[in-house]
Structure formats: C-alpha cells, structure tokens
C-alpha cells in the first residue's frame, strides 16, 4: 500500500469518528432539551479539526453548527487537522495555492528589488507603508526581510535572522537597525501596533524572539508586486474569491430554495443596498471561504460585493424574458453592501487581542457613547491655485486625515491649497463606543470598551443603551505623537445585529423546564419563596424583599406607559438596607450599581464627550441608559446632588433622557432602567415624631415616583436583637467554610426565573380582577379622605404594576384576587410609612400627593400663591421682603422659616443668601 493511500485510509478513519462524536452529541441535545454545548465538552480532536478548518472555536455550539460540521465532513475528501505542529493534510494542494506557486518562486529581496526597478521599488514600499500603516516606507522592507526568510523555511522567523538580512541584503545602518528593532520588535506602542497589524503568531526559537507574517500580508505584497510588473490580471485573481462566491450564491439550498439566488432576483426586481449573508450557510458549503472570510475579510467582502453584481448582470436577462414590462431602461446592476451575520464565536470588547487585527469578528455589548451622523472623506482632493494641479489624498478613518504636502509638485508653489468637496469622495460616518455586558463579565473582572465605526449606509444604525452584536474588521487606530506611533483597536463595522432589550439570559428548552418545575413545587407561594431568597441572612423584611423581586420582574408587556417598578428603602443606618438590595447584583440577570456620594447627572443620564480622532462631540449614555431593562442600585440616594437629582425625575416616569448639547439636540435616550435606592436620613437617625419625607434629603417630585417606599427603624428588641446576634455569626462561620449563602432557590436558578418572568410571562387582566382593582382603588381613596386627603390616581396605576408583576413572578396565565390583595398589601405598607402623620397618628395622603400635610395645606397653599406673586416680573426677591408680605398675611416667622425649608426640598424654591429664587 502507498504512502498516500495509507494516509487516506487513516483519514477517512479519523472523518468518520468526528461524524459519530457529532451524532452522539446532537442525540444528546435532543434528550435533554438542550440549545447549545459548551465547546469544553467536544474531544480534544473535534476541537483541533474545527480549529484548522475555520481558524477559531466558537463560543458556543449549536444544533445548526454541529449539522454543518456534520455536512462538511460527510463531503469531505479528507480529513485536515494540525496535531501538535504535525500536518495531516492529504490529497495534494488547493488549485489556488498551485497558481499562487507556479507564479513564485521562493522571494528573494534582492531579486524583486532589481525586477522592479528603483522606482517601482519606491512604490511597492509606500503602498505596504499606506496599507498597513506603517510610519515611514523604510518600514516596508522589515515586512520583505521577513517574508524572504519565510520562504526560506522560517514558518517563525528568529529576530537574529531577520536584523541580519536587513544589514546584509538591505544595507541597513546600526542606527537603522536599532531604530527599526525598537519600532518593530520592542515593548512600546508602536511594537505593539505593527506586530499586531502584521503578525499573526509569536514565539522562541533557540531563545530568540520569533515572529510570522499573515498569510494576507504575504498575498497581498505578492499580489503587489505582479501588478507592479504588469501582470494585473493575474494580481486580481490572486486576491479575488469572486469565483467560489458566485458559486455559493448560485448554488447553495436551504430546504430546496434557492436563498441567495432569490435575493438577487429581488435585486434586480426591486433594488436595494444591502444583501445579507448566514455565515453557518457559508460554513455547511464551502469551508474554505468561511474561513478565508475569517482570515481576509476585506478580499471576501469585496469579492461577494463584485460576486453579487455580476449574478445580477445574470438573472437580468432570465427575468427580462419572463417580465419584459419591469424594465423601460437599460439595466445597471446595483452596488450593495455585503454584511454577513450569525457568527458562531461572539467576542466581548475585552477580549480584543493582537492576533484578531484585521480579522472578520463578532463584538457583544452595550453602545455606551455615539456620534451624529457626519460626511467623512474618503479621498480628500486639493487644487493648487497657482496651477491647477489636483491632488487626491486617502483617507482612513483609523488615522488622522492625511495633509498635503507643503510645496505643489508640479509648480513648486508653497502652501497654495485649496480643499474641493465637490471633486472629494465622501461617504457618512458614526462613531460609537461598545462596552462589555454586565452579564457577560465574570467575578472580579471590570467592563471594557471599544471604539468603534460605520461607514456608508449602516451609519445611524445604533443608539447609545442599544445592546448589539457588531459585526466588522478589527483595526487598530494609530495617532502619531511626537512621532511615536500610538495605537488602540477599532472596529470597522459592517453589520450590526440589534438583540432583545433588556438583560440577557440564554434559556434553553432544560432552563425553562426547571423554572416551570418552580411553579409545581411552589403553586401560588413561588413569589414567597422568591423573597426568601433574597439575603437570606438577614432576617425579617419580607415585604421589603417582595417589593424587589416584583422590581426585578417588573409590569414588562402590561401597556405602553411605565412598567418600572421603583422602590427606595429609607431608614437607619446599619440595619441592613444597603446589603438587601445590593444582593440583587448576585441573582438578577442584570444589576448596575452607583454610590450616591460618588454619582453625578452626566453619569447616571448621559453627559458629551469629544472624539479624539474626529474632534466631534459623541454623547455617552450614563447608568440609567446603559441599565435600560434592568436593575440600577443607587446606594446613598439621598447623597446625591440636589440638580442630579432631580434629572432622574423625567427617566423614572417617562423611561427617557433628553441631553442637548454642543450642536446635538433633540435626542432621546432610552432609559427604562428600575430605581432602587437607599437613603439615610440628614439627622442621621429617623425621628418617628416628625414626617418621614421631611427627613429625607430628596426633592418631593423625585420621591413621588417610587412605587413602594420602606423606611428601617433600628430600636432595641430582645429577641429581635439575639436573632441579628446569632445570624452576624452563621455569617462568619459560612464564610469561613466558604459555603454559599443557603437560599430557598439557588441564585443560577433565580436569574433564569426571574429572565423568564420578564419576558416570557404576560397574564391576562380579565374584567372581575379589574373590578376588584378598581374597587380596591375607590377603599383606599375612601379611606385616605377621611384622615386627610385622598390619594391620586398614581396609586390605581402602582396596583396595577404590582399585581401584574406579582403574577408573573407566579408565572400565571392571568391575574387573580391574590396578586391584587398582595398589590394592596405592599401600598398600604408603603403609605404607612410615607404619609404617616405623627401628629394626629394618621396616614395623610396629602402628605405623598403636595408634600404637606392636610392641617398645613391651606396655610403653606397661601404661602405658594404670595411666593408666585412676589415672583411675578423677577426671578429672585429679597429675603427681607419674603418675610415682611407674609406676616402681614397672617404668617408667623416660624412658619414661613418651615415654609421655605419645605419649598426648597419640594424644589419650589432656591435660598441664595439674603434672596429668595422661584423654581
């Protein structure tokens, strides 16, 4: 038996125990309801083949994902794995690898340089200089040093070899040599941008730093330096994959249908900018192109693009035959934009690496700042007004924009440019900023950012709170300072996938059955058993915890108004509030959190930053938008300034912020995040014989749009204080044995619940439960009159929410009897609280609904209408004047001292010194 046939027999071997391995795995998925697999669980060999064959393992394997590799190796001629550095390939080269040898012999530097000649030598230097962004064009011939000893046998070239062919076969100096050894090959920034630019792996060899060259890098230059010497068909083809594109698009089925070949007709037919492409469609029928699309992105895109116009030049003359009245005149196919989707490895921003630069990438997360819309410049043309002589630049929106040069070089003439938009190409532009998921980062890692771009018709396509996966070429940004190349990633975008608002949590068909065995185990009591879980060690506050389980939950899918649920937990310090709400972090799918002392406006809305590159200003969406759908802690509420304050009071109603600044107005960020803040009182300790609202520092209308607040009173009680003795000490003891806190449902499993509840859980609100919450609505009115005054109909509107969020916290069908008494329940707790007279020892509602009591109202009423008529025709009035009209109103001075105390914190009013401002 032959050398090659022994090796075909051993891959056909090895093909057929991948394709049992993936049977067995997708038998597996299908008994146990299972959506995707973590890539951990595949043989070490099944790893290695999908890693050579698409370049990367992806982040999760799906169904689909495991039928296309099962497709691909069913097809297969043979098997292509890289064991430990061995190749296994077999039967022969790929046509493109034998055209790419039979045009080169092994590169010689010195070669090419005399065949080119000096001045197309110069040129080959300055396009590699420009394309890959090097400082200076003597930069190139680094890239051609190392790409000769490659081709001599250096798969890793040692750094030795490659500072001795530069002085050897390019005549550098020491000098040179140490200037191009530091700017390439050191530890500073511009190492770091070139190797990454440039390098796809590095190593030792023999104890000397090691480096090799992208298989792109080396086509390209070699598809260069063909064109250079005229061959410019065969350059194009070298770097064109039109060919195996047209051939996918022409051919490849899903379920009998033509899926591309139809888009195209619909092209023809119709018109458009965009075509779309399923990346798991390219992977089940040509691998090849799936990963060169990883590895060249820019040659496939581009190929697809001139792919998609040529099958329209096509289909046109099938359709014109068949449908001759579409078209009146001649045809001219349309230029589109490519963008493919479904990415099997999804990649956060901070796992952003030297090697991913230039390759085809998946980014997840959260727009956190964006650009408007704005031309950028793709080729920048000067006229020189002497001569007329016209210069086009190129632009990149990775680099600063390129100048012309100081002297015409045709006239000589100095600094004698003229900018012409109308002969420059431009194109639209957004910036924006990406930043990692709070979901996706694990304990003790903190978020990062990228920078990121669109150009052409996908600028505008995102919004600051948006959580996307984008889809685009991994650049690097380089800015040269004091002539040091600094540098950061940026993302080239070329299609932006909008997920699901909302916090994010993967439940497959085994999640959801467990949730649901919740509501068996449980019945109705499952909102109980939630609470419960909630900082199981510190006792009591069971409709505290409540009333965050339904904030979690939320009214999601109850009408179009707010389905927020804010609640504010205000008391004594050191009982325990803080620690309450701050162990939603550890079992709500998405919890953002901010210390009130160290918060201000721009961070919890949004504030302008300007764009380093661009100069123009971006706005960066603050917490409040970036937790849209979620949950967003504010401890130390009442620490807050009073103006950061009161911008809150527009998104915890309306669920939007409006910024406006620097040229960028009539913006609305959406920001429909839950509040749940802590708050001290300014004495320190609550003070039961005055109004709570009186010893909160927050203002009034802030205050009215928390749907529930509790207050904490830390008195002295027996058994009460040995229970808090004792569970402070389990605490220490579970510590110490490093044990999870014990709870009722264990936090994985609260997450999934509390993600299902949300989004999946939408209970009918039939007439007889209306009834009731209307009739509830009327007792509690009725009630309040008698005391005071009657509550508003914001009261009607926190029923609703609550019992709507209850129910879904029971994952019901339909709202019944027992969430609206638990609704009615927490808001007669909450006014308790909240509208406590301790005067009269009443619940006033007066005191919720315009901050005063009703024994107060008439006077501190009086005390409104004088301040406006003061007020009238100017802004502020002397504090002398305040006091002499309302004594003569019949005010004492205690009174009104009371009175503008209780403006200010209302935000009536500003006490500036000894005048007095009307709000």
Known sequence: MSEAEKVRQASDRLKDKLIEEIDDLLKQMDEEGLEHLDPAVLSPMLRIWIRGQYGFLPTSITRD??????????????????????????????????????????????????????????????????????????????????????????????????????????GFTKNMVYRVKSDFFGNGNTAKSLQAVLFDATGEVNGEPAFRLKDSVVKFVKAKILELLGYEQEAEDLLDYTNSAKDFLRNFKRDGEEVYLDRVRDLVREGGKDFYVDYLDLVRYDPRLAKALFDEPEFVLGAFENAVRELQEEVYEEIARLEPELFDDEFEPVEVRVKVGNFPRVFRPRDMRPDLVGKFVAVEGYITSASKVVPFFEVATYVCTKCGYELGLFNRPTREPATPPSKCPSCGAKRAWDFDVKKSRKVEIQHFVVRDAPESLHVGENPKELSA??????????????????????????????????????????????????FQVELSKKDVKKVLQLKDLYGDDLPDAVARSIAPWIKGYESVKKALALAVVSAEGLWDKRTTIHVLLAGDPGVGKSRLALDLENIAPKVLTAEGGGSSRAGLTASFEKDELTGKFTVKGG?????????????????????????????????????????????????????????????????????????????????????????????????????????????????????????????????????????????????????????????????????????????????????????????????????????????????????????????????????????????????????????????????????????????????????????????????????????
């Not at 959580?467 to 650049?475: A, C, P």
């Open 453 to 502: 771009y669109i150009l052409g018709s996908g600028a505008g396509a995102v919004d600051v709170g948006d959580k996307v996966v984008l889809y685009g070429i991994l650049r690097v940004r380089e800015t040269l300072r004091k002539s040091v190349a600094e540098s950061d990633y940026v993302l080239e975008v070329i299609h932006v996938e909008q997920l699901n608002r909302g």
């Open 623 to 919: 917490l409040l938008v970036l937790g849209s759908d979620g949950i967003v802690l504010v401890d130390e509420f009442s620490s807050l300034k009073r103006e950061d304050i009161n911008a809150l009071k527009t998104c915890m109603e309306h669920g939007f912020v409006a910024p406006a600044k620097a040229g960028i107005s009539n913006m609305k960020l959406r920001a429909t995040a839950t509040i749940i803040g802590t708050a001290n009182p300014k004495a320190g300790r609550i003070d039961r014989r005055q109004l709570l609202i009186d010893q909160l520092d927050v203002p009034f209308p802030v205050l009215t749009r928390f749907d529930l607040i509790f207050a904490f009173f830390d008195e002295p009680e027996k058994e009460k204080d040995e229970e808090i003795g004792w569970s402070i000490l389990s605490e220490v003891k579970r510590r110490k044995n490093r044990k999870p806190p014990e709870r009722v449902i264990e936090p994985e499993l609260l997450k999934k619940l509390f993600a299902y509840a949300r989004f999946n859980v939408f209970p009918e609100i039939d007439d007889e439960v209306g009834r009731l919450m209307v009739e509830e609505f009327k007792k509690i009115r009725r009630k309040t009159k008698q005391s005071g005054a009657p509550v508003s109909r914001r009261v009607m509107d926190a029923i609703v929410r609550l019992a709507y969020a209850h129910a879904k916290l029971r994952l019901a069908e339909k709202v019944e009897k027992i969430d609206v008494e638990e609704a009615v329940r927490l808001i007669w707790e909450s006014l308790e609280y909240v509208a406590y007279d301790p005067e009269t020892g009443e619940i006033d509602a007066s005191i919720l609904e315009v901050g005063v009591p009703s024994r107060e109202r008439e006077r501190f009423e009086l005390f409104v209408r004088v301040m406006e008529k003061l007020t009238r025709n100017r802004d502020v009035v002397p504090l002398e004047l305040v006091f002499r009209t309302l004594e003569e109103k019949g005010l004492s001075e205690d009174e009104i001292r009371k009175f503008l105390e209780k403006g200010e914190r209302l935000n009536y009013l500003q006490v500036e010194g000894e005048l007095v401002r009307w709000l």
């Open 65 to 170: 994902l495991l039928n296309a590799y099962k497709v691909v190796l069913e097809n297969y001629r043979a098997v292509q794995s890289d064991l430990n550095g061995l190749n296994t390939s077999v039967l022969g080269e790929s046509e493109e690898e034998q055209f790419e040898q039979s045009l080169f012999k092994p590169f010689k530097y010195r070669s090419a340089k005399k065949e080119l000649g000096n001045e197309k030598f110069e040129r080959l230097l300055n396009v590699i200089k420009e394309t890959y962004g090097l400082p200076r064009p003597v930069h190139s011939n680094v890239v051609l040093i190392v790409m000769e000893a490659r081709d001599e046998g250096h798969e890793l070239t040692p750094l030795n070899i490659i500072l001795q062919k530069l002085r050897e076969e390019v």
